[in-house]
């Protein structure tokens, strides 16, 4: 299966702890994105990076939050001293090229917090 | 942020039926795209319009876009239970984010 890839599936934490999420793009893609998705609302850009490039955070929160995409590895979002609110499932996509070409959606990651 | 506006929220229907999904916006889009996601995956896309006017057929379901490429719509014909699932419009002006509809939520009945 050469999708986008999240893991883990599901994760939880106590508030306060960190959560680690990880994308792996498709093959060939290097182009990801971040989304959120909270109960029965639609998906929310958070960022955008290129290998090695943070292109636009604009939709992240400006605290606690980051995210990487490394040359070797799959790409990471990062959340700091987790909250109840950060609850929700994180998707990330990939595309082949940027600007309006189709983006690829993994199976997201969930994210509990107790 | 471009807003984008579902309707109906939630759609329960019987198997055989026909239904339509609106997707609705005052912005206008240069593309936009209808994706379905099933419950704990993520949201597959099922297509791209990109002009004004556009009619896309996928099998028994008919995508089209409107004139002002501000709304669109999606029409099952003689619905599935494997349709069952919640469809996502989302637009795009020819950059990289993707700005989504809060989605209907469809049942098809046995």
């Known amino acids: 299966n050469a999708g986008v890839m999240q893991n883990p599936r599901h994760l939880v934490r106590r508030r306060g702890q960190e959560a680690r999420l990880r994308c792996s793009p498709m093959k060939g893609h290097s182009h990801v994105y971040w989304y959120r998705q909270l109960p029965e609302e639609g998906l929310k850009f958070m960022v955008y990076?290129?290998?090695?490039?943070?292109?636009?955070e604009s939709g992240m929160p400006k605290e606690r939050f980051s995210a990487e995409f490394p040359k070797e590895g799959p790409s990471i979002l990062r959340i700091q001293q987790v909250v109840r609110g950060d609850s929700a499932a994180y998707f990330c996509?990939?595309?082949?090229?940027?600007?309006?070409?189709?983006?690829?959606f993994g199976p997201g990651t969930r994210l509990t917090v107790l | 942020t471009q807003l984008l506006e579902q309707s109906p929220q939630f759609l329960s229907i019987q198997e055989g039926e026909n239904l339509t999904v609106y997707c609705n916006s005052s912005?206008?889009?240069?593309?936009l795209q209808w994706y379905r996601q099933e419950p704990g995956e993520g949201p597959v896309l099922l297509v791209t319009v990109v002009t004004g006017g556009e009619v896309k057929k996928l099998k028994r379901l008919t995508f089209q876009f409107g004139d002002a490429r501000k709304d669109s719509s999606l029409h099952i014909t003689a619905a599935q239970p494997g349709d069952t699932g919640l469809y996502l419009c989302?637009?795009?002006?020819?950059?990289?984010?993707?700005?989504f509809g809060a989605g209907t939520t469809v049942t098809v009945r046995a």
């Open positions: 990076l290129q290998k090695e490039n943070i292109i636009d």
């Open positions: 912005s206008v889009f240069s593309s």
């Open positions: 989302a637009g795009s002006n020819n950059d990289y984010k993707l700005s």
């Open positions: 996509a990939s595309s082949l090229r940027d600007r309006g070409d189709t983006q690829y």
